[in-house]
C-alpha cells in the first residue's frame, strides 16, 4: 500500500487520539543573542546550520515476544514502519527507546531477534536512526548483544541545533543510570550554554512514575538535577507501554506508547497486567510519537498517533492485521 | 543496718545488671527468591518493633526493594544478604524484585503488611 500521509493529516490524526509513535519538529534558532551564539557554537562544532527538523519516536517492539495478551508479534511494528515510511516530508531521525527485543534465556535466540528487529527497521526509508537498550534487550547479558548491534549504549550528538543524549537506566541489571554515567553526563553538558535545547532519550522514567511496577530508575533524581540548570530539557522514554506526559521543573518527559501491547493506568488499576487484545481493534493503544520543536522559542510539540487509525491502515478491525493475505 | 545494706547492694547490682542486658535481638524473617517468586509473598511486621529481613536466592541475581520501608537487598545463590529496618508505619507495602531476571520479572513481587 503507497499512501502519503503529510505533516497535517499527521497532526488531525493526533488530535483525534487515535495512536502510533511520535513525531518533533524542530524550528531554527532564532535572532536572540543566545540563540545566534549558540547557533554558532553548533554550526563551527559541527559544520551544520540549525535549521527545522522533525523526529520519530518508536518504543517497545518486543521483536520475539509472543502469546498472551495479543497475537500481533511483529505485526504493529511492521505496521508503524509503513506509517513512518508514508510521511511526507519524511523526519530526519528516528529514535528508539528500548525493548527492541524480547530476550531470551538462550543467547543465539536472542541474537536472531535483534537481527529480526533489524531486519524490519532496515525497511525504513530514515536511514539515520538511533538506539537506547531496555531491560529486555541488555539486563540479562550486561548489554553485549546490543553493544553488537547498536554501538555504546549511552552517547551523545548533535543535530541541527539540538543536543542528543542516550542514557542507559536498564544494563546494570537494575534502574540505575550509575555513578560513571551521571559524570560522563556532567562532562558532556558542560560544553553548552543553559540555552541549549538537550534532548534526552532513555527507556525507563527518570522519576517516581510508580515505583511498584518498576516505573523509575533509582538514581534518576541525580541525572535530572545535572540537567536542572538547562532551561530546554525533554526526556523521551519507553518502558511504560503508554503514553504519559509530566512536567518537572524545566523539564518535560514524555513517554511513548509500544508496539506490542498496553499497560492501564496505574492510577485506576490495582494490578500490572497488559490490556486485552481487541479484535475490533488490533492496534488500540499502540502508536507512534511524532515530535515537533522550534529552537527559537525552545520549546518541543509531541504529537502521538495511534495505530488503528484508518487512514494510517486503509481499513479496519480484524482486517487491519489479516489483509495482504496474512494470518495471525 | 547489715540487712539493710546488703539489700542496697542487691538492688545496686540487680540495676547495673539490668543496665548491661542487651534488648532482644530483633526477629528474623526469611524471605527466599527465586524467577519469578518470593517466598512467602506476603509478610506481617509490627509497627515500631526492629525486624531483621534475611533474603536469600535459589537460582540468579535478584533484588528486594521496598523505598517506604528502607528495605534494598540484593542476593545471589550462596550469598545472602540482610537488613535490619523498624517499620514507623502502618500500611501495606508492595515489593519488588529490582534485579531484571527473565520475563517474568515485571510480576516479580511480594507485599509486606505493618500493623
Redesign the interface.
Known amino acids: 500500500m503507497k499512501r502519503s500521509i503529510d505533516r497535517r493529516t499527521f497532526m488531525r490524526i493526533s488530535a483525534a487520539s487515535i495512536g502510533a509513535g511520535a513525531l518533533l519538529h524542530f524550528m531554527p534558532l532564532g535572532s536572540t543573542a543566545s540563540g545566534l551564539t549558540l547557533r554558532n557554537l553548533l554550526g563551527r562544532r559541527n559544520g551544520e546550520s540549525p535549521g527545522p527538523f522533525s523526529i520519530v519516536q518508536l518504543s517497545d517492539t518486543h521483536v520475539g515476544f509472543q502469546g498472551p495478551p495479543d497475537p500481533l508479534g511483529t505485526k504493529a511494528f511492521e505496521r508503524a514502519v509503513d506509517a513512518v515510511n508514508a510521511l511526507d516530508p519524511q523526519p530526519d531521525l528516528i529514535l528508539f527507546t528500548g525493548d527492541l527485543t524480547h530476550d531470551s534465556d538462550d543467547p543465539a535466540e536472542h541474537a536472531r531477534r535483534f537481527a529480526s528487529f533489524q531486519s524490519i527497521a532496515d525497511r525504513l526509508r530514515v536511514k539515520k536512526r538511533m538506539h537506547v537498550p531496555g531491560e529486555h534487550d541488555a539486563a540479562l547479558d550486561g548489554g553485549n548483544l546490543f553493544r553488537e548491534h547498536f554501538g555504546e549504549t549511552h552517547y551523545s550528538f548533535d543535530h541541527r541545533g539540538v543536543h542528543f543524549v542516550a542514557l542507559d537506566n536498564v544494563s546494570a541489571g537494575k534502574p540505575i543510570v550509575g555513578a560513571g554515567q551521571i559524570a560522563w553526563l556532567k562532562k558532556d553538558l558542560a560544553r553548552f550554554p543553559k540555552t541549549a535545547p538537550i534532548v534526552v532519550f532513555t527507556h525507563r522514567p527518570l522519576f517516581d512514575l510508580k515505583p511498584e511496577w518498576e516505573w523509575f530508575t533509582r538514581d534518576g533524581d541525580q541525572v535530572m538535577n545535572v540537567l536542572a540548570p538547562y532551561d530546554a530539557v525533554t526526556v523521551l522514554y519507553g518502558h511504560i507501554h503508554r503514553p504519559h506526559h509530566a512536567t518537572m521543573g524545566t523539564a518535560r518527559h514524555h513517554a511513548a506508547r509500544s508496539l506490542i501491547f498496553a499497560f492501564p493506568d496505574p492510577a485506576t488499576t490495582a494490578e500490572k497486567k497488559p490490556i486485552p487484545f481487541d479484535q475490533s481493534q488490533p492496534f488500540h493503544n499502540l502508536g507512534i510519537r511524532e515530535i515537533d520543536g522550534n529552537g527559537a522559542r525552545h520549546t518541543i510539540s509531541v504529537n502521538d498517533v495511534e495505530l488503528t487509525s484508518r487512514e494510517i491502515s486503509g481499513t479496519e478491525g480484524i482486517q487491519q492485521i489479516i489483509r495482504q493475505g496474512e494470518s495471525l | 543496718m547489715k540487712n539493710a545494706l546488703i539489700v542496697a547492694l542487691i538492688a545496686a547490682a540487680a540495676t547495673v545488671l539490668a543496665a548491661q542486658t542487651p534488648s532482644p535481638a530483633p526477629r528474623v524473617v526469611e524471605i527466599g527468591a527465586k524467577r519469578f517468586d518470593f517466598t512467602p509473598n506476603v509478610v506481617k511486621l509490627t509497627k515500631d518493633e526492629p525486624v531483621t529481613i534475611r533474603f536469600t536466592s535459589a537460582d540468579r ?1 535478584h ?1 528486594l526493594f521496598v ?1 517506604a520501608l528502607d528495605i534494598d537487598l540484593d542476593a545471589n545463590p550462596g550469598k545472602p544478604s540482610e537488613i535490619t529496618v523498624t517499620p514507623h508505619e502502618a500500611g501495606t507495602f ?1 515489593a ?1 524484585c ?3 531476571c ?2 517474568g ?3 516479580m ?1 511480594m507485599t509486606f503488611v505493618v500493623e
Open positions: 541475581a533484588g523505598k508492595a519488588i529490582d534485579h531484571y527473565g520475563s520479572h515485571g510480576n513481587k
